[in-house]
């Protein structure tokens, strides 16, 4: 292998490794010649086989000669020390195998969504006569812009196998086709067979075929059908069940003939030709939109992102932990989030200097953190859209009308002022949804509407064949959103608003008021502004107490706070529409002279206690455990860990508690930013909480961070009577261990039954929390691939400072 310590590989020098394999290295490299970074690739083989380095080289060469925007391109292959390189260009993200650690199995909408691009980049090589051989998780990258790519085509490193015959393969074991390992035979069918295997594992969550010994998988593939267990608890209905069954047939003229006809097939389901006629016309008008909808490639992301957080909002406060591990899913969202809780609005409430989403809900409350998460969420699925001008118009508007009802609600004393802010936030989804999705169409409802050739309703029904607060409501129930916020965006009868007498009735008040003032703003003439201001007054009065002059000062309040929100997320108000009104506004109302203050404000709020970079160990970053022989590497996805990241998260975890210790706190509360702080430091999988059960003399597992958490917590359930393992060793005597590798003989006779049927995790970590030498709790972290966790000593010192804190905590609560 090419020695990093040349810091160079032919012209081209070498900034970091990104990832490894067993018979590969991937680094981030710096072009000086274009000044440009690429990712380099290099491979190594046991036996020097000039001839095969040559073949390689052949087929990079044609590989370099693809253009498609889902396909990583090759820009150089060259040798050097007997060893292959090749260049590509450099993509910033994480390979599907790290996404699908992150988040775990995806809906079937989510997973085509994800595929689809995919095979079209697969068919594109296809039509240039290129077989790709080694399609795979890791071969899959999604780009910080969400976009899936391909990499590695035709060019699959060598696999030598440990039978007598010395038989060597081109692939990964795990994801070759069986007439490849039988035969040696390569088609068009051997990459449907692969991409049937990528779609098993998203909407599984776990690979096909497993195993540690090369031959058994391979004999595995070529003898036995793959079939999604019953155990898995993952139910595919019959249309889908068939497509994937049919790419995985082991006889590849019982396959699909192609990659299109698969793709075709994919399609099909998503969006059938004749669908069943319903008797409700309105239903099958939004059920013909969600299926157009579906076809974005962004549709699923906005839709569970949403949905997930909804349905969490709509259950017990309890969940706070399944809000942490909604938002921990995606790192970019947590460090927005902790950039807007660190701001100087929020640090007027009680915000600033939190470094963990759960401390954030414990300072500003659920409600407001799930407020704010959901906001963040919707404006990033605007960016990078053709017509993300007209969205972002439409995202202020929606960002307005929330914090204004807040804000009325919140002069009027009202309860429920989180709630009002994401009733009016989705008061007019269906325009915004239209708007995101419909572009063409929404560009005729407004020309229709700007003719005055009829109402917005009726343009849209004439346009859609359907109003926009008819698909708004039926698009929200879809994604699982509480009844009280479906309510609320129901339009209001023309007339005065009688009082409303129940908290639903409230909800859809407040929010139609906050929205008709938004609509004063960006579609009434300045001069005419007062009087209409006046009317809505007027209109709403039984409802709200405030005076005009009360009134137009909260206004004031709400526009100052979205031109922080705007920025700290990036919008220029300068170049926005919406922006401009809200200054004509505000100067109309004499309050223009505070802006150099804004300014001010708004500079500091953008600043933030993260780093923009990608903090080492974020849920995402850590190498995903492969194959044995192309074990996790990275690819050019450029998720490298930064040691100095991890220290300043711990650090700053460590001043969380700090600040919930001389609070009135509650113990969980502070037991969840303890074991937070080491998911998003460190990168672990899983990070669990054990608890002493006195009665039973048992260690049980109570609550944690990572994919399926929960579930994983509850297979934590062992006696503290003595046993000769690991996990005994560590809490009768109070020490600290680090099992790099559960499969190494001199330790798998240590490692329970009980852990090996329902964790077995390649590596771990146990922290004993212990009081006057007895175990009162535990905490555990883990990875899949042995090895994966390093923890240096400046590491170790500041975990250990965060258990002792834990041990206090525990102290002074009992």
């Known amino acids: 292998m090419t020695n990093i310590m040349s810091k160079k590989i032919g012209r081209f020098e070498i900034i970091r490794e990104l990832g490894r394999g ?5 680094y981030l490299a710096r072009d000086p010649h274009l000044q440009r970074e690429v990712a380099i690739k290099t491979l190594h083989f046991s036996r020097p086989d000039p001839q095969k380095n040559e073949q390689l080289l052949s087929e990079a060469r044609m590989v370099s000669q693809l253009r498609h925007p889902n396909i990583v391109p090759i820009f150089e292959a060259d040798e050097e020390q007997g060893d292959l390189y090749l260049v590509f260009e450099y993509v910033p993200g994480k390979n599907l195998g790290e996404f699908l650690a992150a988040s775990g199995r995806l809906t079937p909408v989510k997973a085509i969504a994800i595929l689809h ?14 077989i790709h051989r080694d399609l795979k998780p890791n071969n899959i990258l999604i780009g910080v812009d969400g976009l899936p790519r391909v990499m590695d085509f035709g060019i699959a490193a060598r696999v030598e196998t440990h039978s007598n015959d010395g038989d060597t393969f081109m692939g990964t074991p795990s994801y070759m086709a069986p007439e490849y390992i039988a035969h040696r035979e390569s088609s068009e069918r051997t990459d449907v067979f692969s991409a049937g295997l990528v779609l098993y594992e998203m909407l599984t969550g776990q690979r096909a075929v497993q195993g540690d010994d090369v031959y058994g998988i391979m004999h595995q593939v070529a003898n036995a059908d793959i079939k999604v267990p019953a155990t898995a608890g993952v139910e595919l209905d019959d249309q889908l069940a068939s497509i994937l069954y049919k790419a995985l047939a082991r006889d590849p003229q019982q396959r699909f003939a192609s990659i299109n006809d698969m793709r075709e097939a994919l399609d099909g389901y998503l969006e059938p030709e004749d669908p069943v006629a319903s008797a409700d016309t309105k239903q099958s008008t939004i059920d013909f939109l969600l299926r157009r909808m579906r076809h974005k490639s962004d549709f699923p992301a906005l839709s569970e992102s949403v949905g997930t957080i909804n349905k969490i909002a709509g259950s017990d406060k309890e969940s706070i932990s399944n809000l942490s591990n909604s938002i921990l899913k995606d790192f970019s969202l947590t460090n927005k989030i902790l950039r807007l809780v660190n701001s100087a609005y929020y640090r007027q409430v009680g915000g600033g200097s939190i470094s963990t989403i759960s401390r954030a809900v414990l300072v500003l409350g659920f409600d407001a953190v799930r407020n704010i998460a959901i906001t963040v969420m919707l404006f990033e699925h605007l960016q990078n859209k053709s017509n993300a001008k007209q969205l972002k118009e439409e995202f202020l508007r929606a960002n307005l009308a929330s914090i204004l009802a807040k804000d009325i609600s919140e002069k009027s004393s009202a309860r429920d002022v989180e709630q009002v802010f994401i009733c009016s936030m989705f008061h007019n989804l269906g325009r915004l949804l239209s708007q995101f999705y419909f572009p063409d169409e929404s560009t005729e409802i407004k020309r229709m509407i700007e003719q005055k050739l009829c109402s917005e309703e009726a343009a849209a029904v004439q346009t859609l064949g359907i109003s926009y607060e008819d698909l708004g409501i039926g698009i929200a129930r879809t994604w699982g959103f509480p009844g009280l916020i479906v309510n609320s965006m129901r339009k209001l009868p023309a007339g005065n608003v009688r009082k409303a007498s129940t908290v639903e009735e409230r909800m859809r008040v407040l929010s139609a008021f906050a929205n008709d003032l938004c609509g004063l703003i960006a579609d009434v003439e300045p001069e005419q502004r007062q009087k209409e201001l006046r009317k809505v007054m007027s209109r709403f009065g039984e409802n709200i107490s405030l005076n005009e002059q009360a009134l137009r000062e909260t206004m004031e309040k709400s526009m100052q706070e979205v031109v922080l929100f705007a920025g700290i997320i990036g919008v220029n108000l300068k170049q926005s529409e919406f922006g401009r009104q809200m200054k004509t506004w505000r100067a109309k109302s004499g309050a223009a002279e505070g802006a150099e203050e804004e300014k001010r404000i708004a500079a500091e709020g953008a600043e933030t206690v993260l780093s923009d970079v990608v903090p080492a160990g974020a849920p995402g970053s850590p190498v995903i455990a492969g194959e044995e022989i192309e074990a996790g590497e990275e690819g050019v996805s450029g998720a490298a860990a930064q040691i100095g990241n991890s220290e300043v998260i711990l650090m700053a975890g460590i001043q969380d508690i700090s600040n919930t210790l001389v609070e ?13 702080t080491m998911y998003r430091a460190k990168g672990f999988k899983r990070v669990i909480l054990c608890v002493r059960d006195a009665r039973n003399n048992s260690m049980l597992g109570r609550f944690g961070f990572g994919p399926d958490a929960p579930e994983i917590a509850k297979r934590f359930n062992f006696s503290l009577t003595f046993s000769p393992d690991i996990f005994h060793a560590a809490l009768s005597k109070g020490v600290d261990i680090l099992i790099s590798d559960t499969k190494d003989a001199k330790i798998s006779a240590r490692i329970p039954e009980w852990f090996s049927k329902g964790v077995n995790s390649g590596t771990f970590v146990i922290f004993p929390l ?7 709790a535990m905490i555990y972290a883990d990875c899949d691939l042995a090895g994966e966790i390093v923890i240096t000593e400046k590491e170790l010192s500041l975990m250990r400072t965060l258990r002792n804190q834990a041990v206090l905590a525990i102290k002074q609560s009992s």
């Open 117 to 130: 691009p995919v095979l079209d980049a697969i068919a594109h090589a296809h039509a240039a006569g290129i």
């Open 22 to 26: 067993a018979q590969s290295v991937v």
């Open 664 to 676: 009135d706190f509650k113990l969980n509360d502070v037991l969840r930013i303890i074991l937070e």
């Open 770 to 776: 212990c009081i006057k030498s007895n175990p009162v």
